[in-house]
């Protein structure tokens, strides 16, 4: 999905967030309910966690669908030590 059609769709914010230190271009959509990341994003952040292989299909709000292979559980994502989205 594109910086464009994400601003049609809910309470969205875009721009550059740091994690570790790396810039990476990010898309916040505020109404959902999980979180989603590239798998290169994956590799440069070294992710750690409860990794688990699955099979899922997303249906983006701009009719698109994208496949997930890979689940990453209890990751939260913590900003200046306060953690969002804990499961």
């Known amino acids: 999905m594109t910086r464009k ?3 049609n769709f809910g309470i ?4 550059t967030l740091f994690l570790n230190s ?3 271009f990010n898309l916040f959509n ?17 992710l750690e966690g ?3 292989d699955v099979d899922y299909r ?3 709000p701009n009719g698109h669908v994208t496949e997930c292979l890979v689940l990453y559980k209890n990751v939260p994502i913590v900003i200046e ?3 969002f989205f804990e499961i």
Do not use: M, Y
């Open 50 to 52: 409860n990794k688990e």
């Open 58 to 60: 997303i249906s983006l």
């Open 30 to 46: 505020l109404d959902v309910v999980h979180s989603f990341i590239s798998t290169r994003t994956t590799l440069q952040l070294n």
């Open 81 to 83: 030590g306060r953690a």
């Open 12 to 15: 969205v914010v875009t721009g």
């Open 22 to 24: 790396k810039p990476f």
């Open 5 to 7: 059609e994400a601003s």
